[in-house]
């Protein structure tokens, strides 16, 4: 018995060619019977540290009876010298988040994976409190389970009003112990009223994990890390999925 959201995401790593960079999170979201690859924008492209990968790779299961069978994907992040993938704008500035869509017949016929859709997504009447619990599912410092090619999951609570727009940027705080590899995870919380058309999967998807917070001013030697992050609000996937 394996948990379906542990087959909602998938490693990802990104290239310069054939030279390794980044290990990354991602995830899988459907609309209109298309498929897309989530992860964060920082991780297709980062000006400040410069980081201009120019394909990524992802790990698929292909064998539904042995999880322990996988195989790379590769994705080129450029066609006809631009990108491929989409991301994300509004007037606070850029949304850490890119989507690429992912074309089903070229993967492996027997590839095994799950995707969130547009009624992963909180609605009106979900209440989402603060202190609410929350999941963070990803491969921090790409640490996973290797033999069966399984992400980890860390405990998380919502540690800002959800709704609300965290100092008028498009993302909430979490209060998680993360890591690097984490960005591009979902943050989900358990559904409280099952909804048919969510199938297998009984999670809301409220966000896309981003980074840690920190403030500027934080002395190094004496004071500990927040421990908070940014999670940027899942419904910026309904922007960026239309045709």
């Known amino acids: 018995m394996i948990d379906t959201l542990l087959l909602t995401v998938t490693r990802l790593c990104t290239f310069d060619g054939q030279r390794a960079l980044t290990n990354a999170t991602g995830f899988f979201f459907e609309r209109h019977e298309r498929l897309f690859l989530v992860t964060s924008r920082h991780v297709l492209i980062d000006h400040p540290s410069k980081h201009f990968p120019d394909r990524i790779e992802i790990e698929l299961h292909t064998d539904p009876a042995n999880m322990t069978k996988s195989t790379g994907f590769s994705i080129p992040l450029y066609r006809h ?81 959800f709704g609300l727009r965290f100092e008028g940027q498009g993302y909430f705080l979490t209060d998680a112990r993360t890591h690097r590899g984490t ?31 920190d403030v500027g001013t934080r002395d190094l030697k004496l004071d500990e890390a927040l421990g908070l992050n940014c999670a940027w609000y899942a419904d910026i996937l309904l922007t960026l999925t239309e045709r």
Do not use: Y
């Open 81 to 161: 010298g631009e990108s491929v993938w989409r991301q994300g704008l509004d007037k606070a500035g850029e949304i850490d988040v890119a989507v690429i869509e992912v074309e089903r017949a070229v993967l492996p016929v027997t590839s095994v994976f799950r995707a969130f859709n547009r009624h992963h997504l909180a609605a009106l009447h979900d209440q989402i409190e603060v202190g609410s619990s929350l999941l963070v599912v990803g491969f921090p410092l790409g640490f996973h389970d290797t033999l069966h090619h399984m992400p980890v999951v860390r405990q998380a609570a919502v540690a800002s009003s």
């Open 183 to 213: 960005s591009g995870a979902p943050v989900v919380m358990r559904r409280v009223e099952r909804d048919s058309a969510a199938g297998d999967l009984p999670w809301l998807l409220l966000g896309v994990h981003s980074s840690r917070f």
